[in-house]
């Protein structure tokens, strides 16, 4: 009986990720982003959207480590709190966003990432990469 209910929750935890959410990227025509500036503990996200009415930009996001050819979603360090505003793009079509994730991250070790960012109900990626000297590629 034991065995039956282990295999259950196994099975359980491998249809429902074990209560890991995971984001899949839509296309989303006309926009752009990308990141610059990066250290282990800050970036800046810039997104163009050249759309005739603009996505609305929330200060959300999650930064995931690639490890085994997989992507992990990082622990975080305390409850990640964002301010429930909605952004819009400036005249020259973009918006930037400073992040400094290391109150929720800590400083990141060396590896490749990706940023996962919430345009309305949409999710966008972005990837970067941590190097020992600290720069990205």
Known sequence: MKRFLLIIICMICLVTGCGKETYEQ??????SINIKDIT???AT????????????????????KEVDSKWEKLEVNND???????YKVDGNNTIEFDMNWEDYYGSLEPGNY???????NNYLYTYFTIENDYNSK
């Open 114 to 120: 990706r940023l996962i960012k919430r345009v309305d």
């Open 45 to 64: 996200i810039v997104i163009k959207d050249t759309n005739e009415s603009s996505y609305t930009y929330s200060e959300w996001y999650e930064i995931e």
């Open 26 to 31: 839509q296309s989303l025509n006309n926009i």
């Open 40 to 42: 282990p503990t800050s």
């Open 80 to 86: 990640m709190v964002f301010n429930d505003k909605g």
